[in-house]
């Protein structure tokens, strides 16, 4: 019965969206308003289905509902409850169900949000929205409907959730890279509604920044969740693999960081329009692409669902529809008429211009290596396969990354229009001194080696950090206290330096991880000991220990460091009973400044077993990294609205007009 | 549906391909070590989906491994191992592929391109030049948007 | 360029990646081709499964058409194949079953064939699966056709049943005659 209370409300959903995506877009050109205002309870009246449906499929899985296909194929009754909540979208469907759920959300948070828009704007935002909400719930009633019943022989008990989706990382991850994919639905719905209206000015680019910014927050989250979970779950150490799967997240998030700069330049200078508008297009097609990719089967992957020629067809088709009809309507209605703007070769435009063809060309080599084994199959034939993993992409990305951290530490100083290339070098010279100088020294202080890519990364990392630090002290200056200095800075201001330390932070990370960490697999009889750098590493055995749905062999480590007792890991070797699947659970110490990884290997004779120990140096920073990235997304959101009221309340004594208001922020 | 079937059997063999291979192998030198773990880094699995040597547990890949290792102690050089896999997996087991005619886009076409942005970016700085307008937003451009704006703090409580 | 021109960049550009794609979802990226064909069948020198043959070469193979199949006890989908193995191999009376006892116990793959059947006409104990590297095999069942010079013409990954034989191997057996 719950089921079948499910599949109706998505069906309702279905016949909302079908309105919510014709009624108030007609009404938006026959001014009619009533048609116009229904698109908010239809958004509402859309969302509050999909809600129910989601509830529906999530009462099946807890109510242990084998007679539901999916249920079957993803639960089982030994399931721990909250797996058993999470299996909803452990699957195919039901994480497509997700997906549109976060559609709807979206949609509705923008009817709600978007209270001062003009009407026919918010009117065919929201029919964009519903037009691609349709899509999606076509393609799950059609070929992926996670209500459909195993009426005939439905089985005993389910065959039980993947065991590595059996783990908290999944409980957060999906929801949160969803919410950043489809995010960009928002960016783009406003995208196609000005291009319909040919309304493409700085009004636009400013309602768009802050969805555009909360979806990239989301998607930043995202994709470190996942990376984290690939750490500590898959027991390989390594926390990025350039799967395909791992692509098609980044992907959008480039061109999403891409499109925060360039509406940056669009709202405050009223140039690059179509540029922007194109990336906004951009990011949500990627976002659709990477649906397709990981569910179509096209790519061969570590992490894709289950392949279905019926639903990459499909798929492939709703991707014609959405995005070959907004690209078309680009090249039919963006304006070619170029920004009459002038700035010079080192205004903060330029280097923002510069900041977009670098992450665009990153995303066209990523993309390009995703889909060059299929490019190269169609020309030279499927006997010749060839393969692009890690060295091609790291190849690529690492010095695309160096030149991006460069430019990045220039622009910080940078003004609109007009930046004299004088005052850059004042700026910037002793900034480059002591970057240099700390890059070179450190590592030959700390490691006595010279390791050129660690210096490298040192140095970015500085620069970077050292230009924030000098850009904020010299913005502080002339406040009473640096405190009072720092809140005058405005948050949108903060925003940004916060997402550009994450980005140093990152920096050093990766490269002090991948130039510094030590990896051991070695045989270990209880007893055993290995020592790398401070750290001695005790094997203490092992012990077979039940869990709830499987059984585990748990490994004892003793740590000490410096000789002294440290602390104590367990790593686990598991074997789930429903599908006999073996699992390896690492144990991670995480510390701030290193990680300790240990996993168990295979089991030798007299207790002895195969032990993987890493030391891993700041690869908690990639991470940390990554939260201050999204984290300043978040705070540059909270300026906007608190602009708005304190604009209310300046009313009309901002006299100098739109450009000044517009310019005054940094 | 065989063929999917089979597919099934045949990967449902391999649950821990996704994850960490860990096991020993003893060798005379760092540099041979280093060596060993380049080269199961860079090179795939070839019956998982998309793993490297180093990252499955597929036997196929314990034995691939093996093999390199052997291969290192018995002095042979990289390239000739890499020659010894290419002629029994083809470029299919290199994650880096090789530089030739047909992978020449792959390589270097990003780098072309970017070398196309910057030159946009300096035609651009040109026109801009030539552009006498000082205003980013023509004077009636700017009205709309204040207008607008204004509107828009109006409906706010 | 008019400048309206350059705006239908992005749509051509994605227009042919989705043709791309079109293409990709009518082909199985899982399937990995063989760097082997029409290459020569590796040179070997293996022993026998049955117990008191001498070590089989290469050139006991040589001499007509012959079908190597790589098969193992402990493979599942090698016990699905057998029965159409065997049934094929009574049927193509001119054409030989080679069989790679891959990485397999030799006890138990005798006794397997005692149980259920021999379609092969020689069997080669691939212990330690080098055999099986040197033929670029990823695992088991893999068949490989060989024609009467020692080439390898085409390989095979999964099971063989009678409907791939009659679509693939029928046709190229006769095609290579």
Avoid at chain 1, 172 to 180: A, D, I, K, N, S
Avoid at chain 1, 381 to 400: C, D, H, K, M, Q
Avoid at chain 3, 5 to 17: G, H, N, R, T
Wanted: charged letters at 15%; aromatic letters at 12%.
């Amino acid at each position: 019965m719950v089921p079948e209370l499910g599949n109706f409300a998505l069906i309702l959903a279905l016949c909302l969206a079908l309105l919510l995506s014709t009624l108030p877009m007609a009404g938006a050109y026959t001014g009619n308003t009533l048609w116009m205002s229904l698109s908010r309870s239809l958004s509402a009246g859309m969302w509050v289905f999909m809600v129910l449906s989601f509830g529906c499929l999530a009462y099946a899985f807890l109510h242990d509902d084998f007679t539901v296909a999916y249920v079957a194929r993803n639960s089982n009754s030994f399931l721990p409850s909250y797996y058993k909540f999470t299996a909803v979208w452990g699957g195919h469907e039901g994480s497509l169900l997700l997906w549109v759920l976060i559609l709807a959300t979206w949609t509705y948070a923008v009817s709600l949000f978007s209270r001062n828009l003009p009407l026919d704007i918010l009117a065919r935002v929201l029919g964009v929205m519903g037009i691609v909400s349709v899509g999606f719930l076509l393609f799950m009633l059609l070929t992926s409907n996670p209500f459909d019943r195993l009426l005939l022989s439905p089985p005993q008990d389910g065959s039980d959730l993947n065991p590595l989706l059996q783990d908290f990382g999944l409980i957060v991850h999906p929801p949160f890279l969803y919410m950043g994919y489809v995010g960009f639905s928002v960016a783009f719905a406003f995208a196609i509604a000005a291009l319909l209206t040919g309304r493409l000015d700085a009004a636009w680019a400013r309602w768009t920044r802050p969805w555009t910014n909360a979806a990239w927050a989301f998607l930043t989250i995202g994709i470190a969740l996942g990376s984290w979970w690939a750490y500590y779950e898959l027991g390989w150490g390594g926390w990025w693999f350039w799967d395909p799967t791992e692509n098609v997240a980044f992907m959008p998030w480039l061109v999403g960081t891409a499109l925060i700069h360039s509406l940056a330049v669009t709202e405050k200078r009223g140039i690059f329009k179509s540029w922007t508008v194109l990336l906004a297009i951009a990011a949500f097609s990627l976002s659709l692409l990477g649906a397709f990719i990981v569910r179509s089967g096209v790519l061969t992957s570590v992490h894709a669902f289950a392949v279905d020629p019926k639903r990459g067809t499909v798929l492939l088709i709703l991707l014609l529809t959405v995005i070959g009809s907004s690209l078309f309507l680009y090249a039919l209605r963006a304006p070619t008429v170029k920004g009459s703007a002038s700035y010079t070769s080192t205004s903060r435009e330029v280097f923002l211009l510069i900041n977009n063809i670098i992450l665009v060309v990153t995303t066209a080599a990523v993309l390009l290596g995703t889909l060059f084994p299929l490019i190269h199959e169609a020309i030279y034939g499927e006997a010749n396969r060839v393969s692009v993993g890690p060295p091609y992409f790291n190849t690529l990305f690492i010095p695309l990354m160096a030149l991006l951290a460069v430019f990045l530490g220039m622009a910080t100083f940078s003004r609109w229009k007009k930046t004299s290339v004088a005052y850059l070098k004042q700026q910037l010279w002793k900034i480059a001194v002591a970057s240099i100088a700390l890059g070179i020294v450190l590592p030959l202080l700390l490691t006595s080696d010279v390791n050129i890519s660690a210096m490298v990364a040192l140095l970015l990392a500085f620069w970077i950090v050292f230009g924030i630090v000098r850009d904020v002290l010299a913005k502080t200056a002339n406040k009473n206290s640096f405190f009072k200095g720092l809140k005058s800075l405005g948050l949108s201001y903060s925003g940004m330096q916060i997402a550009h330390l994450g980005m140093a932070v990152i920096i050093l990370g990766v490269s002090l991880t991948s130039q510094y960490s030590v990896e051991k697999d070695v045989l270990m009889a209880p007893g055993d000991s290995l020592t790398i750098g401070r750290y001695e590493f005790v094997f203490e055995g092992s012990v077979k220990e039940p869990g709830p749905n499987y059984e585990a062999d748990v490994g004892t480590l003793r740590v000490l460091k410096n000789g002294a007792q440290y602390l104590t890991m367990h790593p686990e070797k598991r074997r789930y009973y429903a599908r006999g699947d073996f699992q390896t659970e690492a144990d991670i110490n995480v510390g701030l400044f290193r990680d300790l990884f240990t996993a168990l290997g295979d089991p030798r004779e007299a207790g002895a077993w195969v032990v993987r120990i890493h030391v891993k140096p700041f690869v908690f920073w990639i991470w940390m990294g990554a939260f201050l990235m999204a984290m300043g997304g978040v705070v540059a959101i909270t300026d906007r609205r608190y602009r708005k009221r304190k604009e209310l309340a300046a009313g009309v004594r901002s006299e100098a007009g739109a450009s000044a208001t517009l310019v005054t922020e940094a | 549906m065989t063929k999917f079937f089979l597919l099934f059997v045949l990967t449902c063999s391999l649950p821990g391909q996704a994850w960490a291979a860990i096991e020993v192998h003893e060798f005379d030198s760092p540099e041979q070590e280093a060596r060993f773990r380049h080269l199961i880094d860079e090179m795939r699995c070839p019956m998982c989906l998309n793993a490297n040597l180093s990252g499955s547990d597929a036997p196929i890949a314990a034995d691939l491994r093996h093999e390199i290792a052997d291969q290192i102690a018995e002095g042979r050089s990289d390239e000739e191992i890499i020659a010894f896999m290419t002629s029994r997996y083809g470029d299919f087991i290199l994650y880096r592929p090789p530089l030739n005619s047909a992978t020449f886009f792959l390589w270097f076409g990003p780098a072309l391109l970017l070398l196309a942005g910057f030159f946009v970016v300096r035609r651009m700085l040109r026109q801009s030049r030539a552009a006498t307008t000082e205003s980013a937003l023509s004077a009636d451009e700017s009205n709309k948007l204040h207008a607008i704006l204004d509107s828009d703090s109006d409906t706010k409580k | 360029m008019n400048k309206r021109v350059k705006l239908f960049i992005p749509v051509a550009f994605f227009l042919a990646m989705l043709g791309l794609l079109f293409f990709g979802l009518g082909r199985d990226p899982n399937q990995v081709p063989s760097a082997l064909i029409n290459r020569p069948l590796p040179e070997f020198s293996l022993p026998s499964l049955d117990v008191e043959a001498p070590q089989i070469t290469k050139a006991d193979l040589m001499g007509g058409i012959f079908i190597v199949n790589v098969w193992a006890t402990w493979c599942p989908p090698c016990h699905i194949e057998h029965p159409y193995l065997l049934e094929i191999s009574k049927r193509e009376k001119d054409i030989s079953f080679v069989g790679v006892n891959y990485k397999d116990s030799v006890k138990e793959a005798r006794q397997f064939l005692a149980e259920k059947g021999d379609p092969f006409k020689l069997n080669i104990v691939d212990s330690d699966g080098r055999f099986g590297i040197d033929l670029g095999v990823a695992g088991a069942p893999e068949t490989f056709v060989v024609d009467a010079n020692g080439t390898i013409r085409y390989r095979h990954v999964g099971v063989i049943d009678n409907r791939i034989w009659a679509e693939t191997f029928a046709p190229l057996i006769a095609k290579i005659k």
